[in-house]
């Protein structure tokens, strides 16, 4: 071999090309052996692109690598050979076509990774690939995986690829997994030195990777025996003085930890909820310090992202807490949260008042948890409005990220309509703001904002039509909107949303006596009524009565939908005329077949056309 390689390396001119052809037709182990070696002199992993991989594969054959990576522990050079399969699977073999056949071979990966240590990042990526396809993912991985664990040097890396395994399985994990996963944390939670001040980072490591473990199963929790080992380790890990990176890591991992356990139930919950709200308050003011100096959003270093996605999750779930279980919590505690809350919320306000945050997708977590915080009443109503109008400015006139803050936005406005004040700031700003962004939206992005419309008219909030004409895109808008059901829009998302907006700018516009066709002259209110039923019927057919896909996907979206339609019937001022019943009443039969509620929605809707 020796030879062979030095005088084909002396002798470079071959061709890669040439290289491969050989490399395809040799018969001997022994020469297919030596060429790789010179094929990995001419080729780098930098410069595989995908032609090149499939062209490699064919030559070298999967059989000849698998060959490889199986040989015996015992055989001379038995490392070396095992090592090379490896780097040409990472670098030839990761692909669909192959899938099947690298999950065949995943206890002989692990074996070769728990054997030779340097070999263990090319099999994560191995691993990672196989993740991503995780149809070809059985059980018998998963349980292979999990016994090999406490043998990997990379845990935590192994239990992040653990859990997302569990995940795309959609927990359908064997009774044997839950087994071998329960077995393995037990055995990591024993190596765990609670009170060792010289083994913070090992415990740091373990305690993070082990709580990703302890995710991947409901209820897991409760079968592991040493299970508060682990919760004093953490609770004594949160009170040390680790590096702020480090305290970061870990606050990122304690949500599973504080959904479990309440404040009366585990004393740690109080010690993660106050780092969290500290930790928060630093990253934001750390962020905004750079955002003063250079105009850059990223998170500046020792303030990872997911830590602070982390805290967001942990603060908002004390929120959820409180307001759950307001009398159980004792007083003094709950005096000292709401502190800290309110300390790391100001800051979050004041921050995405003071810039442009807000466009950020890593400040989504801190804009709901900001959100979920607005609708508790001791911030008062004024500081709330004042933040509302700050950030509805940004997203109003950037036009952006309607998906991303839509949701939020729709969520705190719900949970504030109750206070008569912010009813009037909605009457009086808001409601134009968000029937403009709903009015631009239609043609483009999928409206977020629809479910409010249901709410004002719950409320009986109606904007006044010369207003809406003034503060919004109406004047321009008006014809397409109020005319798209009727031209044929597909039943998706943004049609239903439009449903709901519609029946709401009618009401506004009946309610004041006006008549809304003339800023529409194509617009008759019970052809539209007609058109709006029909599109609602789409997805019940005659010769298909059981739900369609689309269906089960927008059902709640048809619920919202067809609730509009009833309270425009109901309250519309004006008759509508020449709607035929028998729009509904044809199809009666097909309505059994989807449900008591739909059944009830829709003999709600004949009942008020009826009338």
Same mark, same amino acid.
């Given at each position: 071999?020796?030879?062979?390689?030095?005088?084909?390396?002396?002798?470079?001119?071959?061709?890669?090309?040439?290289?491969?052809?050989?490399?395809?037709?040799?018969?001997?182990?022994?020469?297919?052996?030596?060429?790789?070696?010179?094929?990995?002199?001419?080729?780098?992993?930098?410069?595989?692109?995908?032609?090149?991989?499939?062209?490699?594969?064919?030559?070298?054959?999967?059989?000849?690598?698998?060959?490889?990576?199986?040989?015996?522990?015992?055989?001379?050079?038995?490392?070396?050979?095992?090592?090379?399969?490896?780097?040409?699977?990472?670098?030839?073999?990761?692909?669909?076509?192959?899938?099947?056949?690298?999950?065949?071979?995943?206890?002989?990966?692990?074996?070769?990774?728990?054997?030779?240590?340097?070999?263990?990042?090319?099999?994560?990526?191995?691993?990672?690939?196989?993740?991503?396809h995780c149809s070809a993912t059985s059980s018998e991985t998963l349980s292979h995986l999990i016994s090999s664990l406490p043998l990997l040097s990379h845990f935590n890396t192994w239990t992040a690829i653990i859990?997302?395994?569990?995940?795309?399985?959609?927990?359908?994990?064997?009774?044997?997994?839950?087994?071998?996963?329960?077995?393995?944390?037990?055995?990591?939670?024993?190596?765990?030195?609670?009170?060792?001040?010289?083994?913070?980072?090992?415990?740091?490591?373990?305690?993070?990777?082990?709580?990703?473990?302890?995710?991947?199963?409901?209820?897991?929790?409760?079968?592991?025996?040493?299970?508060?080992?682990?919760?004093?380790?953490?609770?004594?890990?949160?009170?040390?003085?680790?590096?702020?990176?480090?305290?970061?890591?870990?606050?990122?991992?304690?949500?599973?930890?504080?959904?479990?356990?309440?404040?009366?139930?585990?004393?740690?919950?109080?010690?993660?909820?106050?780092?969290?709200?500290?930790?928060?308050?630093?990253?934001?003011?750390?962020?905004?310090?750079?955002?003063?100096?250079?105009?850059?959003?990223?998170?500046?270093?020792?303030?990872?992202?997911?830590?602070?996605?982390?805290?967001?999750?942990?603060?908002?779930?004390?929120?959820?807490?409180?307001?759950?279980?307001?009398?159980?919590?004792?007083?003094?505690?709950?005096?000292?949260?709401?502190?800290?809350?309110?300390?790391?919320?100001?800051?979050?306000?004041?921050?995405?008042?003071?810039?442009?945050?807000?466009?950020?997708?890593?400040?989504?977590?801190?804009?709901?948890?900001?959100?979920?915080?607005?609708?508790?009443?001791?911030?008062?109503?004024?500081?709330?409005?004042?933040?509302?109008?700050?950030?509805?400015?940004?997203?109003?006139?950037?036009?952006?990220?309607?998906?991303?803050?839509?949701?939020?936005?729709?969520?705190?406005?719900?949970?504030?309509?109750?206070?008569?004040?912010?009813?009037?700031?909605?009457?009086?700003?808001?409601?134009?703001?968000?029937?403009?962004?709903?009015?631009?939206?239609?043609?483009?992005?999928?409206?977020?904002?629809?479910?409010?419309?249901?709410?004002?008219?719950?409320?009986?909030?109606?904007?006044?039509?010369?207003?809406?004409?003034?503060?919004?895109?109406?004047?321009?808008?008006?014809?397409?909107?109020?005319?798209?059901?009727?031209?044929?829009?597909?039943?998706?998302?943004?049609?239903?949303?439009?449903?709901?907006?519609?029946?709401?700018?009618?009401?506004?516009?009946?309610?004041?006596?006006?008549?809304?066709?003339?800023?529409?002259?194509?617009?008759? !209110?019970? =052809?539209? %009524? +007609?058109?709006?039923?029909?599109? &609602? #019927?789409?997805? $019940?057919?005659?010769?298909?009565?059981?739900?369609?896909?689309?269906?089960?996907?927008?059902?709640?979206?048809?619920?919202?939908?067809?609730?509009?339609?009833?309270?425009?019937?109901?309250?519309?001022?004006?008759?509508?005329?020449?709607?035929?019943?028998?729009?509904?009443?044809?199809?009666?039969?097909?309505?059994?077949? !989807?449900? =008591?509620? %739909? +059944?009830?929605?829709?003999?709600? &809707? #004949?009942?008020? $056309?009826?009338?």
């Open positions: 071999q020796h030879y062979f390689i030095q005088s084909n390396l002396s002798t470079m001119s071959c061709t890669l090309s040439s290289l491969l052809s050989r490399l395809k037709s040799s018969t001997s182990d022994s020469e297919k052996f030596a060429l790789l070696i010179i094929v990995s002199k001419v080729v780098t992993p930098q410069s595989v692109t995908p032609d090149l991989q499939r062209a490699l594969s064919r030559a070298i054959s999967f059989s000849f690598v698998q060959r490889l990576i199986r040989t015996s522990q015992e055989k001379e050079n038995s490392a070396l050979y095992r090592s090379l399969g490896v780097t040409i699977i990472k670098t030839c073999f990761l692909s669909e076509e192959h899938v099947e056949t690298l999950r065949e071979n995943t206890q002989c990966f692990l074996q070769i990774a728990a054997d030779i240590p340097e070999t263990e990042q090319d099999i994560i990526e191995i691993f990672r690939f196989l993740t991503q859990h997302d395994l569990c995940e795309e399985l959609d927990l359908e994990v064997s009774a044997e997994c839950e087994e071998a996963l329960k077995s393995v944390i037990e055995e990591c939670i024993s190596k765990l030195e609670v009170k060792s001040p010289t083994s913070l980072d090992t415990n740091v490591n373990l305690v993070t990777g082990i709580l990703s473990l302890v995710s991947c199963i409901p209820f897991l929790h409760q079968k592991i025996t040493n299970f508060n080992l682990l919760l004093d380790t953490t609770e004594n890990l949160l009170k040390s003085r680790l590096p702020g990176e480090t305290r970061l890591v870990l606050l990122g991992s304690t949500p599973i930890l504080t959904n479990i356990f309440t404040l009366s139930s585990w004393t740690g919950t109080q010690t993660c909820y106050s780092l969290a709200c500290i930790e928060l308050k630093l990253a934001l003011e750390a962020a905004v310090h750079r955002y003063e100096e250079s105009h850059t959003l990223d998170l500046p270093p020792g303030r990872h992202v997911e830590g602070v996605i982390g805290c967001c999750a942990t603060i908002e779930h004390s929120i959820g807490e409180m307001v759950e279980e307001n009398s159980q919590i004792p007083g003094e505690t709950l005096t000292k949260l709401i502190d800290d809350i309110r300390m790391a919320m100001t800051s979050a306000m004041f921050y995405l008042q003071k810039t442009e945050l807000q466009e950020q997708e890593v400040f989504v977590p801190v804009l709901r948890c900001c959100m979920r915080w607005l609708s508790d009443d001791s911030l008062g109503v004024e500081n709330i409005i004042s933040t509302f109008s700050c950030l509805f400015k940004s997203f109003f006139e950037q036009e952006t990220n309607y998906v991303a803050y839509g949701t939020f936005i729709v969520s705190a406005i719900l949970f504030q309509m109750e206070d008569a004040a912010f009813r009037t700031f909605v009457k009086e700003d808001l409601g134009y703001m968000m029937l403009d962004i709903g009015l631009r939206s239609v043609s483009n992005t999928p409206f977020t904002f629809a479910p409010i419309f249901n709410d004002l008219l719950s409320y009986d909030i109606f904007l006044h039509p010369n207003e809406i004409v003034k503060r919004t895109c109406f004047p321009s808008m008006g014809q397409i909107i109020l005319t798209s059901i009727e031209a044929g829009l597909s039943f998706n998302f943004q049609g239903l949303s439009l449903i709901q907006l519609c029946s709401y700018l009618i009401l506004c516009f009946s309610k004041r006596g006006v008549d809304i066709s003339e800023y529409s002259k194509d617009f008759t !209110l019970s =052809d539209w %009524v +007609s058109s709006s039923i029909n599109y &609602l #019927l789409e997805p $019940i057919r005659d010769e298909d009565p059981p739900p369609s896909s689309s269906w089960v996907e927008l059902r709640d979206v048809w619920f919202s939908s067809v609730n509009s339609l009833c309270q425009l019937l109901g309250k519309c001022d004006r008759s509508v005329e020449g709607v035929s019943v028998e729009l509904l009443v044809r199809k009666s039969a097909n309505y059994s077949e !989807l449900g =008591d509620e %739909v +059944s009830g929605a829709l003999e709600e &809707l #004949l009942s008020l $056309i009826a009338t």
